[in-house]
């Protein structure tokens, strides 16, 4: 059981000439994530809410070892991100739709590559197969090469490439961006599953649903600074008429003004 | 170490399962190769064989018979028959329907015959310089009139056997064996290091720039891998590949040689080198070629796309090139040290020591260790570059 503490991180990132320009702004340094401190514990899920750039996938890139945090720390069971990434390396799966897998293998290669990379052995490494591409139903096309299967598919299979080694953390970016409804159902049922097994998850996302559906903590992140963080019920006796969606876009407003809301 | 094997095979198994990649990494080269060299040998030969059963198209006016008659023996001709003014002439021959022009003295053989120290008789010849065959029939020509001066000398000398002032007795005591070393020596070592370059630069980039372009690269980072093993894995398959590559050039330029040099056919004899020879050479290339691909590799590492790794090592294998043909066209191999330090260059010269059966141990040494050590402070610096997250997620 392994609980995730993020402690006062700040990400700071240099701004080349053209982001410059897409973010309309003359300075050279951006600050994505801002004194961000929250913890997440085992069988439970913690939901980032935020909109797009508020930099939630920069702070689930720390989580996963990724990139590291400019200031503050992020602990997993007493391990840090910044001194010991390799071994947090082995208990956490980080899943994004920026994670490709290379088109040109089939489903099998690649989960025997990466139950290698973990130093799986032969009987985990089928145990574990059988498990997951049968809850994914990736047994019809596992030796179909990824590059020919359709995008649900793909992302299935990058689901169950990310956990061969039974990870106790999910890091999930998005779970069900660009998903079909099919596909996306199965992804939040699975996520349910793996809390009942224990695993402590985190995920970001900028739908409201998902975070009903999924979450049993929120922290809403908005430029880069968290604004409220606690248990979904508890955060939903903050906003006006108890709904989450009230509460996210009278932040907005308080945050950003009327118009970015 | 286990991830370094199993980075080290996936990258193996992802270009031998791949048909197009085995096509143009292992096959395409050596063929190519092959098919270039054999249709240049083949077009230079045709050639040469055009240039010497051509039936040069003279026009002569007086041409004695004692000059005609050694024509028939040294030169394929024919006479033509019309008569042409001057101006004619020069635009037969320079439209090349002529190849030569001769116009003797009437009376070219009497006053060879009556000399007594007065003027001497003169022949005219118009030729084109620029035309292949006007060049040659001049040439052989000037062949002719050579041994026609000589038999006039000849007879006017009291004793003719004066004519003969020394005998010449030559013995080509050459060593076959080093001989043939010094044409390998010549051109292999430049092509052995263009072909390894072109291996690694024709997988290289895919291998890494590739995977931070389709983003598979984020997917191994996440793995409890040291950047280390990737870096190591990478750069060994990538040198296994390379020296594959090359092979495959080295088969296509041995087979097309023979073609190429006009040797009749038989292959060059490259039985004339011994196990030791091939072991130190193996041993040379494998170092060699470390260097090349975690250059490249390092180069790959930091582009952003495939297309601009491409560009980033092109400079480079400009420089490798140049190298090479210095060698093959410039000085002799040098026997100073510290010039083994210097990488692609030294393997390259004491590849050609060791192909003209005369090279230096300790020289060979400094060489294969000075590699190895810019491999490891290569990839010490790539490792650098796979823990770089501006390196990697720069978008």
């Known amino acids: ?261 | 170490m286990r991830n370094v094997m199993t980075v080290f095979k996936k990258e193996i198994y992802r270009v031998i399962s791949d048909k197009r990649l085995v096509l143009t990494v292992f096959i395409v080269p050596g063929l190519s190769i092959f098919l270039i060299y054999s249709l240049m040998g083949t077009i230079i030969s045709s050639q040469m064989t055009e240039a010497e059963t051509h039936t040069a198209k003279i026009y002569a006016e007086h041409l004695p018979s004692s000059i005609e008659t050694i024509m028939d023996d040294q030169m394929r001709y024919e006479i033509v028959e019309e008569t042409y003014t001057r101006d004619e002439l020069e635009t037969m021959i320079l439209e090349g329907n002529l190849d030569l022009v001769m116009i003797f003295d009437e009376d070219f053989t009497a006053q060879i015959e009556a000399y007594q120290g007065s003027a001497l008789p003169s022949i005219e010849v118009l030729y084109n310089q620029s035309e292949q065959h006007s060049q040659g029939a001049f040439s052989r020509f000037q062949g002719v009139m050579a041994t026609f001066h000589e038999q006039v000398i000849i007879e006017r000398l009291e004793n003719p056997e004066d004519y003969q002032v020394y005998t010449l007795s030559p013995s080509n005591i050459m060593d076959e064996r080093a001989a043939a070393g010094a044409g390998f020596a010549m051109l292999m070592p430049m092509l052995i290091v263009i072909f390894l370059f072109a291996g690694a630069m024709s997988i290289g980039p895919d291998a890494i720039a590739g995977e931070k372009e389709r983003g598979t690269i984020a997917t191994l980072l996440v793995r409890p891998v040291k950047r280390s093993s990737i870096a190591l894995g990478k750069v060994l398959s990538l040198a296994v590949l390379s020296l594959l590559s090359a092979l495959s050039s080295f088969i296509g330029i041995i087979l097309s040689l023979p073609r190429l040099m006009q040797m009749d056919d038989n292959l060059p004899d490259v039985s004339i080198y011994g196990v030791s020879e091939y072991l130190l050479i193996l041993a040379l290339l494998m170092s060699t070629v470390l260097f090349i691909v975690a250059l490249i590799s390092i180069l790959s590492a930091y582009a952003k796309t495939i297309k601009e790794a491409s560009m980033l090592i092109m400079p480079f294998y400009f420089i490798a090139i140049i190298v090479g043909v210095m060698n093959s066209f410039g000085a002799d191999t040098s026997d100073a040290a510290l010039v083994h330090l210097i990488p692609i260059y030294g393997p390259i010269n004491v590849l050609s020591g060791i192909l003209m059966f005369d090279f230096m141990l300790i020289n060979l040494i400094i060489t294969i260790l000075s590699s190895l050590l810019y491999t490891a402070i290569l990839i010490v610096v790539l490792n650098k570059m796979f823990s770089s997250e501006k390196i990697m997620f720069q978008k």
């Open chain 1, 1 to 261: 059981m392994y609980e995730l503490v993020v402690k006062d991180i700040k990400k700071t990132f240099t701004l080349s000439k053209k982001q410059q320009k897409i973010e309309k702004t003359d300075q050279k340094r951006k600050v994505a994530v801002d004194k961000l401190s929250f913890t997440a514990h085992p069988g439970e899920i913690y939901g980032l809410l935020g909109p797009n750039g508020a930099g939630k996938t920069t702070a689930l890139r720390c989580i996963s070892t990724l990139i590291k945090p400019d200031e503050g720390d992020i602990n997993i069971n007493g391990l840090s991100v910044k001194h010991d990434s390799l071994e947090i390396r082995k208990h956490i799966a980080f899943l994004t739709s920026e994670l490709k897998l290379d088109d040109f293998f089939t489903p099998n290669y690649l989960f025997r590559y990466f139950s290698n990379l973990h130093g799986l052995d032969e009987a985990t490494m089928h145990e574990r197969k059988a498990k997951l591409f049968n809850r994914f139903g990736i047994e019809k096309f596992q030796e179909v090469k990824v590059g020919d299967l359709s995008t649900g598919m793909k992302q299935k299979l990058s689901i169950a490439i990310a956990l061969v080694h039974d990870p106790a953390i999910i890091i999930f970016d998005e779970p069900t961006n660009g998903l079909d409804i099919l596909t996306a159902r199965s992804v939040i049922n699975y996520l349910l599953e793996m809390k009942t097994e224990g695993k402590t998850i985190i995920i970001s996302t900028h739908i409201l649903d998902v975070v009903e559906k999924l979450c049993d903590k929120v922290g809403i992140i908005i430029d880069g600074t968290l604004q409220v963080d606690g248990t979904l019920s508890s955060i939903k006796t903050n906003s006006k008429d108890g709904t989450l969606e009230t509460l996210f876009f009278d932040l907005m407003e308080e945050k950003v003004g009327e118009d970015h809301a």
